[in-house]
């Protein structure tokens, strides 16, 4: 079975830090695992995704993941937040008969000081 | 980037009422997909759809749930007889191909509200 879950349900840094948001998975075979942000009264936007090539993940906006297997671990971080990444954000696993069954943590919610 | 369309953004309805969320999924994806998200909980999968005919389905879209592809592009989830619990952020997904390395496409989401 695949699951993920997300260590905090809300994450405050202010602006101009780092931002690490927390996931770790199970997941009975090499798992394919995704990060998705939501915007207020947006859809969900792929961030980035990890499927077994290189462990370290870059994705759009400036955030990166690093797939660590010995921790099952799927860590989002940026260097420096800014405003705009104020969002919900979701670690997910894909998986299912058909491997077409995405499994959502419970979600992040990020909010950027000023 | 392309995008999936879903509508209406909001949806209040009586309990015992049937409502149809509405789905446009990017043209030429093949698999079409409903998740739910009740307020404060996961976001959960309800069902996906290929070749016209449910593909996987969770124990949550059980008989008041069903869904169509009554056009070239619409992608519909109804639900027969709205229950309290059935308010949610519903979200309409789809992808190109299969395989758990293709990433999803998601709407924005209808609200529902069951009264």
């Known amino acids: 079975a695949q699951s993920v879950t997300q260590l905090d349900s809300h994450v405050s840094v202010s602006e101009g830090t780092p931002v690490l948001l927390r996931c770790n998975y199970s997941s009975s075979y090499s798992p394919s695992l995704f990060w998705y942000v939501q915007h207020p009264n947006k859809g969900l936007q792929l961030l980035l995704k990890?499927?077994?090539?290189?462990?370290l993940v870059k994705g759009i906006n400036g955030f990166e993941a690093e797939f660590k297997k010995s921790e099952t671990s799927f860590h989002l971080t940026k260097p420096s937040a800014h405003m705009s990444d104020a969002a919900e954000y979701f670690c997910?696993?894909?998986?299912?008969?058909?491997?077409?069954?995405?499994?959502f943590g419970t979600g992040t919610s990020l909010t950027v000081i000023p | 980037e392309p995008e999936v369309t879903q509508t209406p953004s909001h949806q209040v309805t009586q309990m015992g009422q049937e409502v149809i969320l509405r789905c446009v999924p990017i043209?030429?994806?093949?698999?079409f997909y409903w998740y739910r998200q009740i307020l404060g909980q996961k976001v959960e999968f309800l069902v996906s759809f290929y070749n016209n005919e449910i593909s996987e389905k969770s124990e949550i879209f059980d008989d008041q749930f069903s869904v169509e592809r009554p056009d070239g592009s619409n992608f519909t989830l109804k639900i027969r007889s709205t229950k309290l619990e059935d308010s949610a952020m519903y979200f309409c997904?789809?992808?190109?191909?299969?395989?758990?390395?293709?990433?999803?496409?998601f709407g924005s989401g209808t609200q529902l509200s069951v009264l």
């Open positions: 997910v696993v894909s998986g299912g008969a058909t491997g077409n069954q995405f499994y």
């Open positions: 997904a789809s992808k190109i191909r299969q395989g758990r390395n293709e990433k999803l496409f």
């Open positions: 043209s030429n994806h093949l698999y």
């Open positions: 990890y499927t077994s090539a290189a462990t």
